[in-house]
T-cell receptor, first 112, second 112 residues
Framework: DAKTTQPTSMDCAEGRAANLPCNHS???????VYWYRQIHSQGPQYIIH???NNETNEMASLIITEDRKSSTLILPHATLRDTAVYYC?????????????FGGGTRLMVKP | DAGVIQSPRHEVTEMGQEVTLRCKPI?????LFWYRQTMMRGLELLIY????????DSGMPEDRFSAKMPNASFSTLKIQPSEPRDSAVYFC??????????FGPGTRLTVL
């Protein structure tokens, strides 16, 4: 699976949009971009995933560049409860299992 | 559904003792994963099962670790004998075979 690079930490003001970047310049054509987050003392939680089109769900939006070498997770109106470590993961999706390789992630601190 | 259930939530044991961690996946999910999280190494995949069969155990650190899944609703991760370096939070996750993994609350293991 392709390696990802994320900033170690970011701050965001409550109510503002949080934009979390991820670089995956070695991504292959059949690899998806997944985002998970881990709130302190909890297990990781799935947020969103995409292949090449932008995706949106009730939690966030995922913007993938045209060359697919980077992406941005957008939390449109960050709240204090969004403070967590956010993991960007690139992998091939298949039915036999969905192994995830977690890197260091970005520690997002939402401040009042 | 109650989500992925793990027990115990906390375990403190002495070096050399046997430790058994338990996981009940979400009903209907056919993939189950065991992860370990430490400050030094982050989140690591230990082993995953598909339809109760171990598919990849390359992440299991050594022979002291073993995992079983006797049926679709139960899995165990055993450490025998335990060592202080095994201290970590152990997460179990299950997946319906598609893209999202659902994580349990974790078991915090301390080996003295």
């Amino acid at each position: 699976d392709a390696k990802t690079t994320q900033p170690t930490s970011m701050d965001c003001a409550e109510g503002r949009a949080a934009n979390l970047p991820c670089n995956h310049s070695t991504i292959s054509g059949n690899e998806y971009v997944y985002w998970y987050r881990q709130i302190h003392s909890q297990g990781p939680q799935y947020i969103i995933h995409g292949l090449k089109n932008n995706e949106t769900n009730e939690m966030a939006s995922l913007i993938i560049t045209e060359d697919r070498k980077s992406s941005t997770l957008i939390l449109p109106h960050a709240t204090l409860r969004d403070t967590a470590v956010y993991y960007c993961i690139v992998r091939v999706a298949h039915n036999a299992g969905n192994m995830l390789t977690f890197g260091g992630g970005t520690r997002l601190m939402v401040k009042p | 559904d109650a989500g992925v259930i793990q027990s115990p939530r906390h375990e403190v044991t002495e070096m050399g003792q046997e430790v058994t961690l338990r996981c009940k996946p979400i009903s209907g999910h056919n993939s189950l994963f065991w992860y370990r999280q430490t400050m030094m190494r982050g989140l690591e995949l230990l082993i995953y099962f598909n339809n109760n069969v171990p598919i990849d155990d390359s992440g299991m650190p050594e022979d002291r670790f073993s995992a079983k899944m006797p049926n679709a609703s139960f899995s165990t991760l055993k450490i025998q004998p335990s060592e202080p370096r095994d201290s970590a939070v152990y997460f179990c996750a299950s997946s319906p075979g598609q893209n999202e993994q659902f994580f349990g609350p974790g078991t915090r293991l301390t080996v003295l």
